[in-house]
């Protein structure tokens, strides 16, 4: 592990003594890239002085130097059992900062990728240097996040960016189109127009959804879009028109999408609709045949008495996505005593999403009681992935029961449910054993997940 990098995750608290002598040579050690040594060393004065709680974060430094992150992970275990069962959050970003480092500079693409888009949305200071870097690499969809990432603060990062605009690579064009459009916003309306005619379609869709912020200035290309081959770039496109892309223009008719075989686009042509039309246009799609349009329709209308009709016909739904989508729609779109109703009875379905969703409405509608024990019955019996997220909102809810399941789906045999389990930290809000325990997981990507999710939680 290159010194700086150590040297830049050493942080001693100030007191008016400053650090022991063994905290100092440790970090000489580290600076100089001596990890066996600072290992070995802090070791050793471990023994002498067990409660020196910043040389043992110096010892966790040196091993995840050395690449053993199974022994960083087992010693801060042992450390945090021999004083109270506390975590040390210190320590914990220590090993997360080092760990989402290492994907920075991972042989995968697609791990130096997730980590560089992870420090920019965290806003990693410390690693802003090796994100500067990356605008090399060979991978142009790498150097496009890297760019983007550090466009404000490197010098050449602009230009790498429109570079990026003519890769070969699509996924880099689109992720620069995205960045640019975000932290540029107007002014790169020129650049980024001439893109809603790329060949990819994913650079398409990022252009529609950035046109979506600018006004009218690309109503000409979104008019065009909304008729894309690429369900993808349809939706993308009538949601900018209806987000207030179209500027003043006349909005084309968005019916002819209702009917469309992506779900995405014809829920953007509801807002279009709404946009075009307003409430009496919504009206007349209250008896769509689609009971998903019908109820996004209610929805947006705000009638609330009348759209408990049109929730009911949606409740009944064959397909359990209209199903759990309406269900998560009724404590906004009906009157209080009929989203109770309905999502008790919800309750009973036999889709474990709709049975989640339900109890999610439950909680958020001030019915704790029902809630909790929907999830206590899931979080016990239900599939892995199912037991994991009913978990996470037991726990963001309060309950206890929540955090020992996830504790314990953290060393599922599956990688799978792993990765579903550090996810469902997020929802959790909780840092527990299973999350940090991921840390020394066998596969990279999973330490990595686990690396983000303890600083978005640690903050």
Not at 32 to 44: F, P, V
């Amino acid at each position: 592990m290159r010194p700086a990098l150590l040297a830049s995750l050493v942080v001693i608290a100030a007191t008016a003594c400053g650090p022991s002598a063994s905290v100092q040579h440790a970090n000489t050690l580290l600076a100089r890239g001596d990890y066996r040594g600072a290992s070995d060393y802090t070791e050793a004065e471990l023994s002498k002085h067990p409660g020196d709680a910043e040389l043992h974060r110096i010892r966790l430094r040196a091993l995840l130097g050395l690449g053993d992150p199974g022994r960083a992970v087992a010693d801060y275990r042992a450390w945090r059992a021999q004083h109270g069962g506390t975590d040390d959050r210190k320590a914990l970003r220590t090993m997360a900062l080092t760990t989402v480092w290492q994907g920075v500079t991972s042989p995968s693409a697609a791990l130096r990728l997730t980590a560089i888009r992870a420090i920019e949305r965290l806003e990693i200071e410390e690693l802003a240097e090796d994100v500067g870097k990356a605008m090399g690499d060979d991978d142009d969809a790498v150097a496009a996040a890297a760019a983007v990432a550090v466009l404000r603060s490197f010098g050449q990062a602009p230009d790498v960016a429109e570079q990026m605009l003519r890769s070969d690579d699509p996924r880099a064009r689109a992720i620069a189109v995205e960045g640019i459009g975000r932290k540029v916003k107007r002014l790169a309306i020129d650049d980024l127009r001439p893109l809603a005619a790329d060949p990819d379609p994913q650079v398409r869709a990022a252009v529609a959804r950035y046109l979506g912020t600018v006004g009218g200035a690309g109503a000409a290309e979104l008019t065009t879009l909304i008729g894309d081959g690429s369900a993808e770039v349809r939706a993308a496109a009538i949601a900018a028109l209806a987000a207030g892309g179209g500027g003043g223009a006349a909005l084309p008719d968005a019916t002819r999408f209702l009917a469309d075989e992506s779900l995405a686009v014809r829920l953007a042509a509801v807002a279009l609709v709404a946009k075009a039309g307003g409430k009496p246009a919504l009206e007349a799609l209250l008896g769509h045949a689609d009971p998903m349009v019908a109820a996004t329709a209610a929805h947006k209308r705000g009638d609330r008495a009348a759209a408990v009709a049109v929730f009911d016909r949606a409740l009944g739904a064959s397909d359990v996505g209209t199903r759990a989508g309406v269900v998560n729609l009724l404590a906004a779109a009906l009157p209080q005593d009929a989203a109770i109703a309905r999502a008790t009875a919800a309750l009973a379905d036999p889709a474990p999403a709709v049975t989640l969703a339900a109890a999610r409405a439950l909680a958020y509608l001030g019915q704790y009681g029902p809630a909790h024990t929907a999830l206590v019955a899931i979080a016990a019996n239900g599939a892995p992935t199912d037991r994991a997220a009913a978990a996470a909102e037991l726990a963001r809810l309060g309950n206890p029961a929540g955090l020992p399941v996830l504790i314990e789906l953290a060393g599922a045999t599956d990688p799978e449910v792993r990765r579903a389990v550090v996810g469902a930290h997020l929802g959790a809000g909780a840092i527990t054993a299973g999350l940090w325990g991921a840390l020394a997981d066998d596969q990279a990507a999973i330490r990595l997940d686990a690396a983000i999710a303890i600083l978005t939680l640690a903050g």
